[in-house]
């Protein structure tokens, strides 16, 4: 079971850098969607990508790129990884994009079932 989270869940008046790293620390699994704003965002890319790489890295958490828009990532930190949709085709590219977030969600829904997620505690998403 996957708990999902994304920063459109910070509250009125709550410090949203905090609040994103805390979620980001706490991630069993963080998806990245790769397009060029999050390329060129400096929080994207300093904090929370590097750190998510950090983290898997080290074993702490897994990390999925998901190719949303076309952008120039290669050579990227998270380029090592193996992304969804497959053949890193961006979503937006899909003749219809509903079936390319049909695919990569059953990718990461295939690839992220582990033994403690079957006693029903699930993963936490960031």
Request: glycine content about 8%; aromatic content about 8%.
């Amino acid at each position: 079971m996957i708990e999902p989270w994304d920063d459109r869940q910070i509250l009125a008046a709550e410090e949203w850098e905090p609040a994103i790293l805390e979620h980001l620390e706490r991630a069993d699994l963080i998806l990245l969607l790769i397009s060029a704003d999050f390329l060129a965002s400096d929080f994207c890319w300093e904090r929370e990508m590097i750190r998510a790489v950090e983290r898997h890295d080290a074993g702490a958490a897994g990390v999925v790129p998901v190719f949303a828009q076309p952008c120039d990532w290669k050579g990227a930190p998270f380029g090592k990884l193996q992304g969804v949709p497959k053949d890193a085709l961006p979503i937006s590219r899909y003749p219809n994009p509903e079936e390319g977030f049909a695919e990569a969600a059953a990718a990461i829904r295939r690839s992220h079932r582990e033994p403690e997620c079957k006693s029903g505690q699930g993963r936490r998403s960031g």
